[in-house]
C-alpha cells in the first residue's frame, strides 16, 4: 500500500506560481513512478507530469512543459510540482498518483495509488 497526501493549491492570479506537494508513506514507495494529473470541471483527468522516483527521469504534457517542473526530496518523501507562470486554463483539480510504469505513466489507467486531489483556481 502506498499512501498520497497532496496539498498546496490555492487561489492565484494569471501569471502566477503555486508549488504542490505529495507526500508519499507506505511499502517500496521509491520504486514507484510518480505522476501528476489535474481535472477540470466537466473534462477528463488529463496528464501533467511524471518522474521516476528512483532515478528522477521525468515526462511533461506539451500543455505544461517549459511552465512546470515536477521534482522528489528522498529525505522528506514528497514529490512536488512547481507551476509557473499559470493561465486559467490550468484551473483544475490536481491530484497525485503512483504507478510503476514510467512508459506508460501518462494513462491514468495505469496508476494504482491516488491522493484525494487539491484544488487550482487560476484567475485572468
Known amino acids: 500500500q502506498v499512501q498520497l497526501v497532496e496539498s498546496g493549491g490555492g487561489l492565484v492570479q494569471a501569471g502566477g506560481s503555486l508549488r504542490l506537494s505529495c507526500a508519499a508513506s507506505?511499502?517500496?514507495?521509491?520504486?514507484?513512478?510518480m505522476g501528476w494529473f489535474r481535472q477540470a470541471p466537466g473534462k477528463e483527468r488529463a496528464f501533467v507530469a511524471a518522474?521516476?522516483?528512483?532515478?528522477?527521469?521525468?515526462h511533461y504534457s506539451d500543455s505544461v512543459k517549459g511552465r512546470f517542473t515536477i521534482s522528489r526530496d528522498n529525505r522528506k518523501n514528497t514529490v512536488y510540482l512547481q507551476m509557473n507562470s499559470l493561465k486559467p486554463e490550468d484551473t483544475a483539480v490536481y491530484s497525485c498518483?503512483?504507478?510503476?510504469?514510467?512508459?506508460?505513466?501518462?494513462?491514468?489507467?495505469?496508476?494504482?495509488?491516488w491522493g484525494q486531489g487539491t484544488q487550482v483556481t487560476v484567475s485572468s
Open positions: 507506505g511499502r517500496a514507495f521509491s520504486t514507484y513512478v
Open positions: 518522474i521516476n522516483w528512483s532515478d528522477g527521469s521525468t
Open positions: 498518483a503512483a504507478t510503476r510504469s514510467f512508459a506508460s505513466s501518462s494513462s491514468p489507467g495505469s496508476y494504482g495509488y
